[in-house]
């Protein structure tokens, strides 16, 4: 069978397969610019001269050179994996949660002084952050009950039990950590657990920040799009991490939607590139939901088993040795519904009967545990977010090496099509 130039086209009418002519014109095309980049980069790196550069929507609307996307995960992505991924070709993205404000600002600026290429800063929109649910709303009844379970885990960790005081409401960070971004002007704000609304999206616009929205549901794409987001990310219920939802469902499963059924729809219902994520590991991954239609693939337990990932050893070890039924959707370590990998935390807590509190409260009760959990090494009591991907992850690599990697197997797998799917 003939080569053919372009055998795959993504709904933009980006080739997804070049023929090696085309190829060739493209790289002549890439490479000045690139080497231009990479020259004024601090820390810049050459990258994989035998990797083919493919490029979509996203690429073009977001400035970078491959459609990998690093998910802006708490208290793992930092300044060094974001500079990394960006170095790499891919858009790195920032944790701002929870952060303070001048911390916030000092983390942007050390991006910059690592990368000049587009990075991200990814913010929770959740209505239980703004401002942060008072814990004195709960009943005295729902919080004994809490806490009888989380004595269990105190005493086997050493951990006192909990005292008769309530704890305080935690610090309400969102609109300062908003006007920071505002204020810093990164390439990229990425908006999680809420919709950013159009007076957000028409700010960051006046200051030449484009805005990626993640959701879980078709609802909230058609949302974020009428905001005016430059770019939907679609949450499948493989992801890792939080459910990427509003407030609270009764049942994580209407927010759950695997990423086959769930991308094509949002894919017919927006107008922006959109983002595929969850379940994606590998070049197979991200050639397959090019072929559902995104325009890339945002990547967060693969990055997570990274070297430069702030995820602590017993994080990265667990998954190591994780298969994808390790994972479970839970809403005990937070009180909001999210995958991570099954311990004796999740799995006694849930099976106690004990009410959980509300969001980000059962966060801030039970903080001790975690806390102990890490300090003494011990992975059953500590959360651990992870994907159904983590049975695709067994080494720990660089950050730039998982997207060299990432994108050496699409070019592979799209390669080898013509040779398993013949057109007649």
Not at 102 to 107: E, I, N, Y
Not at 400 to 417: F, G, H, K, P, S
């Amino acid at each position: 069978m003939p080569r053919q130039d372009r055998l795959v086209q993504d709904p933009d009418g980006h080739s997804l397969r070049e023929g090696r002519a085309a190829h060739a014109r493209a790289s002549r095309r890439q490479g000045p610019a690139r080497q231009a980049q990479g020259a004024g980069d601090p820390g810049a790196r050459e990258g994989s001269g035998d990797v083919s550069l493919f490029r979509t929507a996203l690429c073009e609307r977001l400035g970078i050179e491959y459609p990998i996307v690093q998910s802006g995960m708490g208290s793992v992505a930092g300044p060094d994996l974001v500079a990394e991924v960006c170095r790499a070709g891919g858009l790195g993205i920032l944790a701002g949660l929870n952060v303070p404000p001048d911390d916030l600002r000092k983390m942007i600026r050390h991006v910059r002084s690592l990368t000049n290429r587009p990075f991200g800063v990814n913010l929770w929109l959740h209505k239980a952050l703004r401002p942060p649910i008072d814990p004195t709303s709960v009943p005295e009844e729902t919080l004994r009950g809490a806490q009888a379970v989380l004595d269990r885990f105190r005493a086997r960790l050493g951990v006192p039990a909990a005292t008769p005081t309530r704890p305080g409401r935690g610090p309400d960070l969102v609109d300062a950590a908003v006007a920071v971004v505002l204020d810093e002007r990164p390439p990229v704000f990425s908006a999680a657990l809420g919709t950013p609304g159009p007076e957000l999206v028409a700010d960051c616009h006046r200051r030449g920040i484009r805005v990626m929205a993640m959701v879980a549901t078709v609802e909230d794409a058609r949302t974020a799009a009428a905001d005016g987001v430059d770019v939907v990310v679609a949450q499948g219920g493989e992801a890792g991490g939080h459910r990427s939802v509003d407030g609270k469902p009764a049942s994580p499963e209407t927010t759950s939607l695997g990423i086959v059924v769930l991308l094509p729809q949002v894919v017919d219902v927006v107008r922006v590139p959109v983002v595929a994520a969850g379940g994606i590991a590998d070049g197979r991954g991200l050639v397959a939901v090019l072929a559902l239609g995104a325009s890339g693939a945002l990547l967060g337990t693969r990055f997570v088993a990274t070297r430069e990932s702030l995820a602590p050893e017993i994080y990265k070890k667990r998954l190591l040795e994780s298969e994808s039924g390790a994972t479970t959707l839970t809403d005990v370590i937070t009180g909001l519904w999210a995958r991570a990998l099954a311990n004796t935390f999740t799995r006694e807590y849930a099976a106690s009967g004990a009410p959980v509190l509300p969001p980000l409260v059962q966060r801030g009760v039970a903080n001790d545990v975690y806390t102990a959990a890490l300090k003494q090494g011990d992975p059953e009591y500590f959360p651990m977010m992870a994907g159904q991907s983590v049975g695709l992850i067994r080494d720990l690599p660089g950050a730039a090496e998982v997207v060299d990697t990432i994108v050496r197997e699409a070019r592979a797998v799209l390669d080898a099509l013509p040779g398993r799917v013949r057109l007649s």
